[in-house]
C-alpha cells in the first residue's frame, strides 16, 4: 500500500520562504506524477503544482515563487516556496497517480490515488 509521508512547513514572516517535502513508500516503481494542494480555511482542496514526467505544471498564483522537484528515484517531491504571502496560508497536501497527466489534467483532486496527512503553512505579515 502506498503512503505518502510529509515534512516541513510551520510558520513563516511575509517574503520568507519555507520547504515541504514528501515520500512515497509502498511503492513497487516510481511515480508517475506527484503533486501539491493546498486547502485554505473553509474552501475546497485546490491545486498547487504537479511534477510529471511530461512536465512541471503551476498554479499562477504560485509562478515564479514556488519551485516543484522530485527526488530520490522520483518517489520524493519537494515544493520550494519563497516570496511567501500570507494568502499562502492554507494546509498543504501531496498527492501521487499511477499514471501520467498533462497540463490541465494534473489539476483536479479527482485524478489522484493517494494523499498526503496533510501539513500547516502559515504566513504572517
Known amino acids: 500500500q502506498v503512503q505518502l509521508v510529509e515534512s516541513g512547513g510551520g510558520s513563516a514572516q511575509a517574503g520568507g520562504s519555507l520547504t515541504l517535502s514528501c515520500t512515497a513508500s509502498?511503492?513497487?516503481?516510481?511515480?508517475?506524477?506527484m503533486a501539491w494542494f493546498r486547502q485554505f480555511s473553509g474552501k475546497a482542496r485546490e491545486f498547487v503544482a504537479a511534477?510529471?514526467?511530461?512536465?512541471?505544471y503551476y498554479v499562477n498564483d504560485v509562478k515564479g515563487r514556488f519551485t516543484i522537484s522530485r527526488t530520490n528515484n522520483n518517489n520524493t517531491v519537494v515544493l520550494q516556496m519563497n516570496s511567501l504571502k500570507p494568502e499562502d496560508t492554507a494546509v498543504y497536501y501531496c498527492?501521487?497517480?499511477?499514471?501520467?497527466?498533462?497540463?490541465?489534467?494534473?489539476?483536479?483532486?479527482?485524478?489522484?490515488?493517494?494523499w498526503g496527512q496533510g501539513t500547516q503553512v502559515t504566513v504572517s505579515s
Open positions: 498527492a501521487d497517480r499511477n499514471f501520467f497527466c498533462f497540463e490541465s489534467g494534473c489539476y483536479s483532486v479527482s485524478v489522484y490515488d493517494h
Open positions: 509502498g511503492r513497487t516503481d516510481s511515480s508517475y506524477s
Open positions: 511534477d510529471t514526467w511530461l512536465g512541471r
